[in-house]
């Protein structure tokens, strides 16, 4: 599944995305095959694959380190038309509209 991360500039780490925040685009990527059944709803892939995110970008590892660094709480990661940020404890659907 094709995503694309936002990283927040403004809640400094202690909170999950809010309107008028500060966000700068950063890496583009692609989960691959989901394991899960194409009938579930966007937004239940999302939360699904966006743990997946989280997984591969705090690895050492991870894919660019330059234009993605660790994802922290207040980034936001999008899936099409779902936006998710990430909150103390797992991950909070905002509307960046």
Known sequence: MRYRIFH?????FWRPYEPGDVLVPGYEGD???????LALS???????EAE?????????????????????VGDV????????SVDRFGWKE????
């Open 8 to 12: 927040n500039q403004t809640a400094m």
């Open 52 to 72: 997946i995110v989280f997984r591969i970008h705090n690895m050492d590892d991870r894919p660019d380190g330059r234009t993605a660094p660790s994802l922290s």
């Open 77 to 84: 990661v999008v899936f099409g038309e779902v936006a998710l």
């Open 42 to 48: 966007l937004r239940d892939r999302a939360r699904y």
């Open 94 to 97: 905002v509307s960046l509209g």
């Open 31 to 37: 989960t691959g095959e989901s394991v899960f059944p």
